[in-house]
């Protein structure tokens, strides 16, 4: 069973704060961060329903919602394990290793770029630039950047995650 | 050591809270301006100062300042552009964390300057951490009265906000992040009209780069006259420059305008030479949209004149021999480099942050990433060559926005330099499987460049 998709009494005053920083009839402007919020409280993603569910609050069309979500790459619009992997692979990261960096998340996940691993803890995902150039190579998860990387401190981050076992959230 | 401005006090304990941040002389400028200026005088401090838009373009601010829509009954609207999204650039990221309050003064005088009640900071989704670090530090100056009504118990009232975006490269073209704070897709708009005349929500708009807007404080303490007397000719005040790959030292360094690009690269006040004490290979200069400089033509120019950090310099030559200052995000590559490689993950880049409002861009950045994939992986023939200098030609100037000429400028100034390479890969199937093919063996150029071409 899927948890209803309903804002929390605190999330839903967290949101009409966001609203209130927009100039009257403007508050479809509060979109992207409404968006951020909706994804960190419904598991990660954003499914048609909790899409429907912003445009209800926002008082806005559901398709001006997902022509937004479907634009901008942190909206996943399908389900991701708990932590998403997010490893930087443009130039100055690929520089400085990102290459061997996204190899040997796949060999020690045992799975490919996109996947997530059976037990649903994590998705590889690579990105571009994350603005982290100078501590190449990166990756995100959630809101921490994780820099300077190398197949040790690769190894000890998962170790870290897969010990805290919460979900990654970027707010 | 030349003279810092931005990152002065960069180093002392605790520059991210209010206290220390005014205990080393911070909101003075607020001071300064609210008390003892008229907006218009401010505008022309910066307009003396020469103070270039930092993001990339390079535009006068002052002449940007000037062009707001006056006589509109609209509010008017600051926004800084906090989207830093430029592969090799992170300074914004950098000035934002350590010293947050530089930006809100700047806001605060910024927006005093330009008739602004509410102003908003967009910054990029993916810099959650910093929002949070901006957040606090603005619930502080609401706190102390430097933002909210009557700041420092003047006439004058200004509301802050950070607007964080959704990961999309695009939202860094003002007009497209315009249209992402309104809640929309990052598509850029047809100009004109310009924001100053129709911006946010179709109201007069000034859209500034968050280190233009920290710079605004420096200059109304010090005077414009003051701060136009650091650097080189159009080239004034400092500009802070996020170095990254095969150097000893990556980071974001403010440096006076005029610093020669060799003294940058090797001193170790800065970058600290090459890594490994390998060769220089190449350079993107300001962010990975600039061309990129062969070996020769990164410490002099094509005419043997030492090549300086500034707009001119950098640029002398034109795309023939030069490149741009742009962003600041300096890359600086070895000889372990495979420039193909290189120029697809940038290609691969722009492909993936099109917008895809126009044809030329959308379909022509997929076209040069597949084919230089081809090219790379050993699959390419002479033709391809050819093929992606043709494409290159058909995006650029075709688009609404710069990224179609942002996407075009890496590849076509990657072939000018270093064509040999792309032919090697043609011609070398077998040699090239390895990732890292140039690692153990560098490329090596049979072409001798003793007489270099000059614009």
Not at chain 2, 156 to 167: A, C
Not at chain 2, 188 to 207: D, E
Not at chain 2, 262 to 270: A, G, K, P
Not at chain 2, 393 to 409: Q, R, S, V
Request: glycine share 10%; charged share 25%; proline share 5%.
């Amino acid at each position: 069973m899927s948890k209803e998709i309903v804002f929390s009494s605190e999330t839903l005053e967290v949101v009409n704060k966001l609203i209130r920083r927009y100039p009257e009839g403007r508050h479809k402007s509060a979109l992207l961060p409404v968006l951020h919020v909706a994804q960190a409280e419904f598991d990660g993603w954003l499914s048609p329903e909790v899409m429907d569910y912003v445009a209800s609050i926002l008082n806005i069309k559901p398709i001006e919602v997902y022509e937004v979500a479907s634009f901008y790459s942190m909206f996943n619009l399908q389900p991701v394990g708990k932590c998403l992997l997010e490893v930087c692979q443009t130039g100055p990261c690929m520089l400085n290793g990102a290459d061997d960096l996204v190899a040997h998340f796949e060999k020690k996940l045992n799975i490919k770029v996109g996947e997530t691993t059976e037990d649903g803890m994590f998705t590889l995902k690579t990105v571009e630039c994350l603005g982290s150039c100078g501590t190449a190579p990166m990756l995100q998860c959630g809101a921490d950047y994780h820099e300077n990387l190398d197949a040790e401190k690769a190894d000890a981050l998962l170790e870290k995650l897969r010990t805290e076992n919460k979900r990654s959230r970027y707010c | 050591m030349g003279r810092k401005l931005l990152l002065e006090h960069v180093n002392v304990p605790g520059i991210e809270t209010l206290e220390v941040y005014r205990k080393m002389g911070g909101y003075s400028a607020a001071e300064k301006a609210l008390k003892t200026m008229a907006p218009d005088d401010i505008t022309e401090e910066v307009k003396k100062s020469g103070l270039r838009g930092r993001g990339g373009a390079g535009f006068p601010a002052g002449m940007k300042w000037s062009f707001i829509d006056k006589k509109s009954e609209k509010p008017r609207y600051l926004v800084c552009n906090a989207d830093e999204s430029e592969p090799g650039t992170f300074k914004d990221r950098y000035l934002m964390e350590k010293i947050p309050h530089s930006l809100i003064e700047g806001m605060i005088v910024s927006s005093f300057a330009l008739g602004a009640k509410t102003s908003y900071i967009y910054i990029r989704g993916e810099y959650f951490y910093v929002l949070r670090i901006l957040e606090k530090a603005i619930e502080e100056a609401y706190a102390a009265g430097l933002l909210g009504k009557n700041i420092l118990g003047t006439d004058y009232s200004l509301d802050l906000y950070v607007q964080i975006g959704g990961g999309a490269y695009i939202c860094g073209e003002e007009t497209a992040l315009l249209e992402s704070l309104e809640g929309k897709r990052g598509n850029p708009r047809m100009k004109p009209p310009f924001p100053a005349i129709s911006g946010l929500y179709a109201s007069p708009t000034v859209v500034n780069n968050v280190e233009t807007i920290a710079a605004v404080p420096h200059i109304v303490n010090i005077t414009g006259d003051e701060y136009a007397k650091i650097g080189i000719g159009r080239s004034t005040g400092t500009k802070l420059i996020s170095a990254s790959g095969h150097i000893n030292k990556p980071g974001t360094y403010e440096i006076e305008l005029g610093l020669s690009v060799e003294e940058f690269i090797y001193s170790d006040e800065y970058c600290g030479g090459i890594k490994g004490g390998r060769k220089l290979k190449a350079l993107i200069a300001g962010g990975s949209s600039v061309p990129i400089l062969p070996a020769h033509l990164i410490t002099k120019t094509a005419t043997g004149e030492p090549r300086l950090m500034t707009y001119e310099s950098l640029s002398e030559g034109g795309f023939v021999s030069g490149t741009m200052l742009g962003s600041g995000g300096f890359i600086v590559m070895d000889d372990s480099t495979c420039i193909v490689r290189h120029t697809w993950t940038l290609a691969r880049f722009y492909h993936h942050e099109s917008c895809g409002q126009c044809s030329p861009c959308r379909e022509g950045t997929g076209w040069m990433e597949k084919v230089l994939h081809r090219i790379e992986h050993g699959h390419g023939t002479m033709k391809d060559i050819d093929l992606l200098v043709d494409i290159a030609k058909k995006i650029e100037g075709n688009t609404i926005c710069p990224l179609g000429d942002a996407a075009a400028w890496p590849i076509a100034s990657a072939i000018r330099h270093f064509r040999e390479e792309f032919e090697y890969h043609v011609k070398n199937p077998d040699k090239i499987q390895d990732p890292k093919h140039f690692y153990h063996q560098p490329f090596v150029s049979e072409v001798v460049n003793a007489t270099p071409e000059v614009n």
